[in-house]
């Protein structure tokens, strides 16, 4: 970056950011899950950008509210009044950032409340629509591994990787909202392109209500895209397995519940396909992104009295750490470039950050042309030894999956075909008699829990001495209480306000 030789502004740019956050450790934008991660940036950005910046972050919550849902209800009331409250110190500042995570929580109010006052905004965990309309929301960046328009079209990429164009989605109503809307907003999509088949169902997984949809599914496809926590999954799955993965919103994934099926489990999630996110770099000590993520669960523990799990995805705190970090770049560019103007102009000051690749700590993120991040996401399936391996990457800047290696399927009946060859009731006249007696019913499956990572699973129909076993509710198990929500806080750089 070419820096003028007069600069026209001759102190730190004071910035003041108001961002909101669920009180309690229940949902990925939550204050004890992402307030490490912009305290972490602050110090970083203190160290390196001193000269030039002063940011102070005003984390907006309120204990009262235990939910996401319960949240969402009031949080336009909140955002407002605390914005006109405190007006006379905005007003003092050079300049004023919005700065939102979950839209179940608060990010819809967010963005809204600023894209009125023209201030620019960053959301950080999930986005409750496409922020690539620009006409419609011109100071909304995303710095979000959730983008609707990337994970539909990773999604869309991953089906035409294996000619799946027939295929359902199911929804988890005993989950949080989120799920549900993922579903939809895909839904709709797949829908406008004339050659996908698509239904949509809302399904009480947790009731068991999913034996019925399942086989009426068995009748016109052999694709599921279902969305929800990872209780009611396994239930829905019943006898398969999962790889590895705990979130504190979506659960512990993984195949060993330590019971009589836990062998089939095993065997059965041989078939999966998980789309998500690389979290490896954070477990990596020789990784770019390492130190940070150790930074952050140090800052969660000093300052926050929380504890993240040894495997607790990091990725989502990575990305509100992120969204400072680069903001704090674009503003001291605006500096060196004698551009302090789009310091009171939104619109303005969001095009700096389109199109273009940040250099940060955690490694280089790519915008696109209307201010999204690019994300890398990975598809990966179990070995044969029941090794969790990589099998597609997504090219961030063309967003295609490229290939690395081929999954290793069960037997050569895998994948299954859009169509089965038997038809999907196995009565296919090419098939005969004996085609119909021996159906194989496979079915691909794509779990999206809270755009954490989505997951396609392909699994055959489960014996009939299998399903039997399923009557019985041995795989409803209670989720473990990992959290204590009695929070201590002690924070630096950070204005805790609690309504």
């Known amino acids: 970056m070419m820096e003028n030789s007069t600069l026209t502004w001759t102190r730190p740019v004071r910035v003041e950011v108001i961002t909101m956050l669920l009180f309690y450790p229940n949902s990925m934008g939550a204050l004890p899950l992402t307030g490490p991660a912009y305290d972490t940036a602050l110090d970083d950005i203190k160290k390196t950008y001193s000269a030039t910046l002063t940011v102070t972050n005003n984390l907006l919550t309120d204990p009262r509210y235990a939910t996401c849902n319960e949240w969402s209800t009031d949080t336009d009331r909140a955002i407002a009044e605390y914005y006109f409250r405190h007006e006379t110190r905005w007003n003092s500042a050079d300049i004023l950032v919005f700065a939102g995570s979950h839209s179940d929580c608060n990010a819809k109010s967010l963005v809204y409340f600023a894209t009125q006052l023209r201030r620019l905004v960053l959301s950080s965990i999930f986005a409750f629509a496409s922020s690539s309309d620009k006409t419609k929301w011109p100071t909304w960046i995303s710095v979000s591994s959730d983008s609707l328009d990337i994970l539909a079209q990773t999604h869309l990429s991953l089906l035409v990787t294996y000619n799946w164009t027939s295929l359902s989605i199911i929804c988890d109503t005993s989950s949080p909202s989120t799920y549900c809307f993922l579903a939809g907003n895909l839904y709709s999509r797949l829908t406008l392109r004339t050659n996908f088949r698509v239904t949509l169902s809302e399904v009480n997984v947790t009731a068991g209500g999913y034996m019925d949809f399942l086989h009426k599914t068995t009748t016109h496809s052999r694709v599921i895209l279902y969305s929800g926590h990872s209780t009611p999954f396994r239930s829905f799955m019943v006898f398969v397995t999962f790889w590895p993965f705990r979130s504190p919103t979506s659960g512990n994934f993984t195949w060993q519940f330590f019971d009589e099926f836990d062998e089939e489990a095993r065997q059965a ?43 607790d995805a990091m990725a989502r705190a990575a990305n509100a750490y992120t969204s400072f970090m680069i903001l704090a770049e674009v503003l001291h560019e605006v500096v060196l470039t004698n551009q302090t103007e789009l310091l009171s102009d939104g619109p303005g000051l969001a095009k700096k950050f389109f199109n273009r690749t940040f250099q940060t700590e955690i490694g280089d993120m790519r915008m696109s042309s209307s201010g999204e991040l690019q994300i890398p996401y990975i598809v990966s399936a179990f070995d044969r030894e029941g090794t969790y391996q990589s099998v597609m990457v997504r090219n961030p800047v063309t967003g295609r999956l490229e290939i690395l290696t081929e999954p290793q399927w069960p037997n ?48 055959r129909t489960l014996r009939q001495r299998s399903l039997q076993k399923a009557g019985s509710n041995w795989w409803q198990l209670d989720d473990v209480d990992l959290y204590d929500n009695d929070r201590g806080v002690s924070l630096s750089q950070t204005r805790l306000v609690l309504e």
């Open 269 to 311: 999630y041989r078939v999966i396909l998980a789309l998500g996110m690389d979290n490896g770099q954070f477990q990596d000590p020789k990784s770019k992104g390492y130190d940070v993520g150790q930074r952050c669960r140090r800052t969660a523990k000093d300052r926050y009295n929380y504890s993240y799990a040894k495997d």
């Open 412 to 459: 050569s009946v895998w994948p299954p075909a859009n169509r089965p060859r038997c038809g999907y009731d196995g009565r296919n006249r090419i098939c005969g008699v004996e085609g119909s007696s021996r159906t194989v019913v496979g079915i691909a499956c794509t779990v999206s829990i809270l755009a954490v990572c989505t997951f396609l699973l392909v699994f």
